[in-house]
């Protein structure tokens, strides 16, 4: 049996705590950190008094705080969802929120309660979480850290250790009961060692600003897709703890793709994966990936353990918590091992005008694999927006040159991570298709060069023309196509194979059916599989 509740929990599950007139029904739902109340349109969070090390409510003042904080951080990502703190008072009818009279006790979080189906979680559990709205997740999340402010006192690799540290100290008094011996020293083993042996890849992350004071719990029950003004809200981040809010950009999306893996969806874990780091322009996050998907698989199995062993968790949601501890815990280890999937790269090339782009971007999310682009590139470099117009010094020999090397450099990192990845390039020079393949066959990965064609060149000329009329990542015009096609080089026997040429003149969906099923034939298929723990 769960122990008894404290007056003040009992006292507020009665609707008259919330008003005179409140008439409707109240609902406990306890967590390792507060009791929430729901009743009506109103969520009241109250911050349970207890102290688990990384957590500390024991006080009222560290209490009131504390709220403020939940209330201030959660309007970065839900800004019409936190209304405020209320103080809870206690009189001779018992404690109530907001108004009555009586003594300060505690304090609450106003909340405006959100429809259930709308959450993630629940769109998943319908089957309708596609990647279409996980894309604008990634999208939403993106901007929101390339606007979070960097957190220069957590810019500290030795921050991280101590959390892992931490983490395991935490776990290892259920192990027995919870989580193996095996499990518990194979994981500790895994992520110290990735620690160690990629120091310099955790270095590179704080040295390109990628520390950010995020979220730190982007759980699938903490999104939720609301209609305008609202769209896509997070809630719940973690306001108790600036380490474990404040993170590399890549552990907060590891977080969401981690439970994504957790649901047995690993297919829309990489989309969503993929659309961040293509919205971020982060595919170096592909290098600590599996780190931080390990290490959010653990932290969750770590919440879970503490919840079931909480002598105020219901007996049935204690049994819950014990069987997703074991989950995550056997998780974490899944991301120590070898892929299943092979990876492959697969260099879509073509004359500008010709679709390339269009028929990469497609051939990205349906193989669920982050598309890296040379227009984008080649922008990013400099500092440009994709859309902002690049002189001409983008595009001399040296330029072209750096920029293809960066291409490869950014594949590379997410080929040795055992995944797959889609160039999108002209490839117009046979060298380049060469180091294409040559990167390929370096990381162990398949390669496919899918060239586009257009024969109708009055397509070609009208696909470059509407360019003008609107932002493009690309800077060719039909004024740059004469010279461009004289540059180009065919296709010919010493190019690495296999060629797949596409017919691109007519509608895309057809070009991409082709380009499909030709890659098909060569065991590319969409990513799916996790990992041989």
Not at 142 to 159: I, N, R, T, W, Y
Not at 207 to 227: C, K, M, S
Not at 420 to 440: E, I, K, N, S
Not at 496 to 509: I, K, Y
């Amino acid at each position: 049996m769960s122990e008894p509740q404290p007056e003040l929990v009992q006292d507020l599950l009665r609707p008259q705590a919330y008003g005179a007139d409140a008439r409707k029904p109240v609902t406990l739902r306890t967590t390792h950190a507060s009791w929430v109340f729901l009743i009506g349109d109103d969520v009241w969070k109250v911050k349970r008094p207890v102290d688990f090390g990384f957590l500390d409510f024991r006080t009222l003042v560290d209490r009131r705080h504390y709220c403020a904080e939940e209330v201030r951080l959660n309007r970065r990502l839900a800004p019409g969802v936190y209304l405020g703190v209320e103080p809870v008072r206690l009189s001779g009818s018992g404690h109530t929120i907001g108004g009555g009279n009586g003594p300060v006790v505690d304090w609450a979080v106003h909340m405006r309660r959100l429809p259930d189906q709308a959450s993630a979680a629940a769109l998943l559990a319908r089957g309708l979480l596609g990647p279409e709205r996980l894309h604008a997740v990634a999208d939403r999340l993106a901007a929101f850290l390339a606007a979070a402010p960097a957190v220069a006192a957590l810019d500290d690799p030795e921050v991280l250790r101590r959390n892992v540290d931490e983490n395991f100290a935490q776990v290892e008094p259920f192990v027995g009961d919870m989580i193996d011996r095996a499990t518990f020293d194979d994981v500790r083993a895994y992520q110290f060692a990735a620690l160690d042996r990629h120091g310099e890849r955790f270095a590179a992350r704080i040295a390109e600003g990628r520390i950010r004071d995020g979220h730190g719990d982007l759980r699938l029950e903490h999104i939720y897709f609301l209609p305008p003004p609202d769209g896509v809200v997070a809630i719940d981040c973690i306001e108790f703890n600036d380490r474990f809010r404040a993170g590399d950009a890549a552990g907060e999306a590891a977080f969401l793709a981690m439970e994504l893996e957790a649901a047995q969806r690993p297919d829309l874990a990489a989309a969503f994966l993929a659309r961040f780091a293509e919205a971020s322009d982060d595919f170096g996050l592909y290098g600590v990936i599996d780190f931080y998907l390990s290490y959010r698989a653990w932290v969750r199995g770590k919440v879970a353990a503490f919840v079931a062993t909480d002598g105020a968790t219901d007996v049935a949601v204690r049994d819950r918590k014990q069987a997703e501890a074991r989950r995550q815990f056997a998780l974490a280890r899944s991301f120590s091992g070898v892929p299943l999937d092979a990876p492959f790269l697969i260099a879509v090339g073509g004359m500008v005008g010709t679709g390339k782009s269009t028929l990469a971007a497609a051939l990205g999310r349906e193989l669920a694999v982050p598309v890296i682009s040379s227009d984008r590139t080649r922008k990013a470099m400099v500092g440009l927006v994709p859309t902002a117009r690049g002189g001409a010094e983008l595009y001399t020999d040296d330029a072209l040159e750096r920029n293809y090397r960066e291409v490869l450099r950014r594949a590379q990192v997410v080929l040795e991570s055992g995944r797959g990845v889609v160039l999108d390039a002209t490839f117009q020079a046979h060298r380049w298709r060469r180091a294409a393949a040559d990167l390929a066959r370096a990381t162990g990965a398949s390669f496919a060069h899918v060239e586009t064609r257009c024969a109708d060149d009055a397509v070609v000329r009208a696909r470059l023309a509407e360019r003008r009329g609107h932002p493009s990542v690309s800077d060719a015009t039909e004024n740059q196509l004469e010279e461009l096609r004289h540059r180009y080089e065919p296709i010919s026997a010493a190019d690495p194979g296999p060629q797949l040429p596409v017919d691109t003149s007519g509608e895309p969906t057809a070009a991409f059916v082709a380009a499909l099923r030709g890659l098909g034939a060569l065991g590319v298929t969409p990513a799916g599989a996790r990992r041989a723990s």
